[in-house]
């Protein structure tokens, strides 16, 4: 089992309400990617932080923000909150200089919003 | 546009039956292809991926860029091969994953 953990495991947000989640990635991991995955989809990228800031983003409002922290943690906001943003959200790291296949994934956050 | 399909959601074969999974694509660069896997009340892992052209759990993928193409083989299916499938392309530059929707694959005893 690798390292990368998320919290909370789920939650229930009502529509307009701001949420953060958050993604505790492994040690010397400073690349983090976030991902949404509907139900019956496939995950799809939101944004990837490298060295505190972001440096990719898909095709997502700006009421999807991120931040990521020195050691190693990061956290994805998401204001606003519609009925379309249920989903579960992925959290993938992985180390510096190392390419895709080095990449973890955490376990999700499953988000409703009401 | 940037695109992976998965033509097939559901995927059932009886043990110790061929599988493929078919995957496509379209991407205007020089592609890099994943396959990853998630088993029942596990995080989703790498499988393989095409630059390494390995064997993982006697599953193979092979690239074809004729046909747009990363299917993903076994000769000899295991009931422990259950799991949801998920064919991924990585976009250069943009460092992001494009995945496709999944394949949910059943082995039956």
Sequence with gaps: ETGVTQSPTHLIKTRGQQVTLRCSSQSGHNT??????????????IFQYYREEENGRGNFPPRFSGLQFPNYSSELNVNALELDDSALYLCASKPPGSSYNEQFFGPGTRLTVL | AQRVTQPEKLL????????????NYSYSGSPELFWYVQYSRQRLQLLLRH??????KGFTADLNKGETSFHLKKPFAQEEDSAMYYCALLIQGAQKLVFGQGTRLTINP
């Design chain 1, 32 to 45: 983090v990617s976030w991902y949404q995955q509907a139900l019956g989809q496939g995950p799809q990228f």
């Design chain 2, 12 to 23: 059932s074969v009886f043990k110790g039956a061929p599988v493929e999974l078919k995957c």
């Design chain 2, 51 to 56: 630059i390494s052209r390995e064997s993982i």
